[in-house]
């Protein structure tokens, strides 16, 4: 098969061909890599129309509602498989034998506590400190403990970092929990999976024994699998920004989460919160319809469409299925809950809806999930940037294996001043 090839006229009846690379699936991708010696570059505000790295990791189609890590269907993966598991997939490539799983898992436990010294930074911060604060100052303090894996250049040194924040963030997002309600740090204990290690470490004390429940605790594993990796969106964007520099990783999965604190991309659950609770009752919900419909009306229903998933989010199937059973174990009496059921029933039958195909989505179910089991809304994000973590150390991981990586050094088109001579302070009128 011929190469592919883009011509570009540009001005002074001059061109230039670019090569046209194809993937294995998606659009095919002009490569512009060449054009800066005409002396031209791109202009794509946003990078929406730009592929930043190449990447074997997650493939999404968000017109057919396809989402994929590293070939495999999200819903497949949710229900058959575990974390853990998919930590390895999204690490290594493929899915791990039993024993590949039974080493991984317990590599990943032994790494779960964090270094005493540690506990003295949380004293630093106000206990009425948002938990996304705690979060993105603490794991970039992890590069002042953990010395012996910052070499950004040995392998061994990034596999072993890799390690430590998988297994690290669970315990650092339920200190951050703790720390702000005022109760004492909970110890891992290793013998509780991925999810119920987290479950323990957020709810437990130590006066008295913490019982998982396993259907609370299947409901945190998968929301955990639904928000591992989403391609490249702007925090994962950030860590493989930072990494490019050559930084530690810790430093780049900081630098990640507080990409994802923007309420533009990690707040949609935490919103999703604030709006039925704006709602308040089933009584109302006919009022705020209205208002969501009406084009001149600022309101608008959050975890309702999504801005890539132009059909269905193939997340939210799993995370609806998963909801009702969390719902019907825990039998919680909450008007907001109610709410929340009433406005799912509506946009699956509400013609609007439908021909808007404005269907709840992923971030929908899971924050009702979790404030089902006590979770507060604060911690909502800290739950999104743990489970985003493999993602982020996957690509990070994925960028430095690649030969040749170069720093990253977007241009830009500058409209300032030209050149101008500078003026004393007591001639400038």
């Not at 269907?73 to 598991?85: F, G, K, R």
């Not at 659950?269 to 009306?297: T, Y």
């Not at 699956?348 to 992923?362: C, G, R």
Request: net charge negative; glycine share 6%.
């Amino acid at each position: 098969m011929a190469e592919l090839v883009a011509k570009l006229e540009l001005p002074g009846n001059d061109s230039i061909e670019l090569p046209v690379k194809q993937g294995t699936a998606g659009f095919d991708v002009i490569d512009i890599s060449k054009l800066g010696s005409k002396g031209y570059f791109t202009f794509d505000p946003g990078f929406l129309a730009t592929a930043s790295c190449e990447s074997a990791i997650t493939y999404i189609d968000g017109e057919k509602g396809i989402l994929l890590h590293r070939g495999y269907p999200i819903d497949q993966l949710a229900v058959e498989s575990n974390y853990l598991d998919l930590c390895y997939l999204l690490l290594y490539g493929e899915l791990p034998t039993k024993k590949q799983y039974q080493d991984f898992s317990k590599t990943v436990s032994m790494h779960t506590m964090v270094h005493e010294q540690l506990t003295a930074f949380f004293r630093g911060f106000r206990r009425d400190a948002h938990p996304m604060a705690m979060l993105c100052g603490v794991t970039g303090a992890l590069s002042a403990f953990y010395q012996d894996s910052l070499d950004v250049t040995d392998e061994r040194h990034r596999e072993v970092a890799a390690y430590r924040l998988i297994a690290k963030l669970p315990t650092i997002a339920a200190m951050c929990y703790k720390y702000s309600v005022g109760q004492p740090f909970q110890y891992p204990r290793n013998s509780l999976s991925y999810a119920g290690n987290f479950l323990q470490m957020m709810f437990g004390v130590p006066c008295e024994e913490y019982k998982v429940n396993p259907i609370v605790e299947r409901a945190m594993d998968r929301i955990f699998i639904l928000h591992a990796d989403h391609e490249q969106n702007a925090s994962t964007s950030t860590v493989r920004l930072a990494g490019s520099s050559g930084a530690n990783p810790f430093a780049c999965i900081a630098a990640g989460i507080a990409s994802l604190w923007g309420p533009a991309h990690g707040g949609a659950n935490e919103a999703c919160l604030k709006m039925l609770e704006e709602i308040g009752s089933v009584d109302r919900i006919p009022e705020f319809i209205e208002k969501a419909k009406d084009k001149n009306d600022p309101f608008r229903l959050m975890g309702f469409g999504h801005r890539v998933y132009k059909n269905f989010d193939p997340r939210a199937k799993v995370m609806r299925e998963t909801c009702h059973e969390v719902l019907s174990e825990l039998k919680i009496d909450d008007p907001l809950l109610d709410v929340a059921m009433e406005l799912e029933r509506i946009a699956l039958e509400d013609e609007y809806f439908i021909s808007k195909k404005l269907y709840p989505n992923v971030d929908f179910y899971s924050g009702i999930i979790m404030k089902a089991i006590g979770i507060p809304t604060s911690m909502f994000t800290v739950i999104f940037a743990l489970a985003r973590t493999v993602g982020w150390v996957s690509h990070w991981k994925e960028m430095l294996d690649q030969p040749g990586h170069k720093i990253s050094r977007p241009r830009q088109l500058y409209t300032g001043h030209e050149q101008r001579d500078f003026i004393p302070r007591d001639q400038r009128s």
